[in-house]
């Protein structure tokens, strides 16, 4: 029995109308996904230079880039002088998670701690806390960039300690770890945590060029051809 051309073109409108709700429907829960994740910048490793610093990990970034890191619960540490792209890659694997259904939190250090401090303070440390170790992916950017409080060695080790083995965090910091006790202000505190850090996780180290330094030699040529 043959189907009149009518009924074929319904049947390919209708069909037409519930893929466009459907894409319209994911779109919407991308960019709520996006907007809940803290990020404020959309990062693509496609747009990384990688030949303007030979040093930089690129294979071990695009081994990350599967995000199998995240299904096994390990954490990621990108560190590394400033200007090498450490944060470029870190907001790319995030936006990349967010793509694909995970939950994400990116926080620059400074203010993750503040976050928690001001939770403390209203009394919501415990909801603030459970926030945070619901996710899949946090990010905590740009680790001793600013002076940390006094206490933050024990907030952010309580806080790492909780994701252990539970869900994947990824930090970024321009200073190596022999600096970490000093600057947490706690030698106890600081052997711990990295001990967990790095006994389900991966250190890549970025070395090399600045692309901030690159960027401002550009401009500086470019005034002086003005």
């Keep these: 029995m043959a189907v009149d051309t009518q009924t074929m073109?319904?049947?390919?409108?209708?069909?037409?109308?519930?893929?466009?709700?459907?894409?319209?429907?994911?779109?919407?829960?991308?960019?709520?996904?996006?907007?809940?994740?803290?990020?404020?910048?959309?990062?693509d490793l496609k747009d990384f230079d990688w030949s303007?610093?030979?040093?930089?990990?690129?294979?071990?970034?695009?081994?990350?880039?599967?995000?199998?890191?995240?299904?096994?619960?390990?954490?990621?540490?990108?560190?590394?002088?400033?200007?090498?792209?450490?944060?470029?890659?870190?907001?790319?694997?995030?936006?990349?998670?967010v793509q694909r259904g995970y939950k994400v939190l990116y926080r620059e250090a400074h203010q993750l701690l503040e976050d928690i401090m001001e939770a403390r303070e209203l009394g919501t440390i415990r909801k603030y806390r459970a926030q945070i170790k619901s996710v899949d992916l946090?990010?905590?950017?740009?680790?001793?960039?600013?002076?940390?409080?006094?206490?933050?060695?024990?907030?952010?080790?309580?806080?790492l300690m909780s994701r252990y083995e539970k869900a994947s965090t990824l930090i970024t910091s321009n200073r190596p770890f022999d600096d970490w006790g000093k600057l947490l202000g706690d030698v106890v505190v600081v052997t711990p945590l990295l001990d967990r850090l790095l006994h389900h996780g991966y250190l890549l180290k970025f070395d090399g060029k600045s692309w901030r330094l690159k960027e401002a030699a550009a401009r500086n040529v470019s005034k002086g051809h003005g």
């Design 138 to 159: 946090l990010l905590i950017d740009d680790l001793f960039l600013r002076k940390l409080p006094v206490n933050a060695g024990d907030e952010l080790a309580d806080l």
């Design 9 to 43: 073109n319904f049947v390919e409108g209708f069909s037409w109308l519930v893929q466009d709700e459907l894409d319209r429907r994911q779109s919407n829960l991308l960019e709520r996904r996006y907007k809940l994740s803290g990020l404020s910048e959309r990062k």
């Design 52 to 97: 303007y610093n030979q040093r930089l990990p690129k294979r071990e970034v695009f081994e990350l880039a599967a995000l199998k890191f995240i299904d096994a619960k390990e954490d990621v540490l990108l560190l590394g002088p400033p200007g090498t792209g450490k944060s470029h890659v870190a907001k790319a694997l995030a936006l990349m998670a």
